[in-house]
């Protein structure tokens, strides 16, 4: 049996494990050969010790943390004041949606429509878009998008993701009506994308919203 089964060797004081063949690391390196050194410090953020890397604060990026960054206005497709609403160019389920949302590098949430100003807005710009800009799934082919409203049962109310309750509404007539046990809101193209309770499950377009008072942290 070789002294070194493996044919490798760790750098940077790192102990090589000959059962796995992999490199335990010291603090301060990382790689598949210890190789790469960690951010020396976190000026902006916090550091990641399993990922050997910092977690910048809104508004600064850089392996340090140190670079100041702006907030992209140029990538919103609607801006109603001072708030920043993206729209996707992909399907996901809600769950998927709002996840994707959230881990978008700016931190964003489905979009919380609080009044018939921003319903109006987003409406009309939704009904611009090319009628062919649709995604197309197992059981049908859907225009509309998600919105970051669900209903909660615990409180027998529909409710924006960060909680509050929905005192404004844009339901479609006849909605909601829970067919098909529909918990998530959707602004849906039929109805002059007026909302629509459907099933989580749908795959929908998405629409991402930066609130102002997030931005004013860049």
């Not at 790689?31 to 990641?48: A, M, N, P, T």
């Not at 708030?83 to 996707?88: A, G, Y």
């Not at 949430?109 to 611009?128: E, G, H, P």
């Not at 109310?157 to 809101?185: I, K, L, Y």
Request: hydrophobic share 30%; glycine share 8%; charged share 20%.
């Amino acid at each position: 049996v070789p002294r070194n089964p493996c044919r490798m060797s760790c750098r940077n004081s790192g102990r090589l494990d000959m059962s796995s063949c992999q490199c335990a690391c010291p603090p301060g390196y990382t790689g598949r050969y210890c190789q790469v050194r960690c951010s020396g410090q976190c000026l902006h953020g916090k550091f990641r010790k399993e990922e050997c890397s910092c977690l910048c604060d809104v508004g600064y990026g850089g392996a340090e943390c140190g670079m100041k960054i702006q907030f992209p206005f140029h990538a919103c497709d609607v801006r109603i004041d001072g708030d920043c609403f993206m729209v996707s160019p992909e399907a996901d389920t809600y769950y998927g949606a709002k996840i994707k949302c959230q881990a978008s590098p700016w931190g964003a949430m489905l979009a919380q429509i609080r009044n018939q100003k921003v319903q109006d807005i987003l409406a009309f710009y939704l009904s611009r878009l090319e009628t062919g800009n649709r995604v197309t799934d197992t059981d049908f082919e859907t225009g509309n998008f998600w919105i970051g409203l669900t209903y909660k049962t615990s409180k027998a109310s529909f409710r924006w993701d960060m909680g509050e309750p929905s005192s404004f509404t844009s339901f479609a007539f006849g909605q909601p009506d829970n067919q098909g046990f529909g918990n998530c809101v959707e602004m849906q193209a039929s109805a002059a994308f007026n909302w629509n309770d459907q099933r989580c499950k749908t795959r929908n377009r998405y629409i991402c919203q930066f609130a102002q008072q997030h931005i004013s942290l860049w």
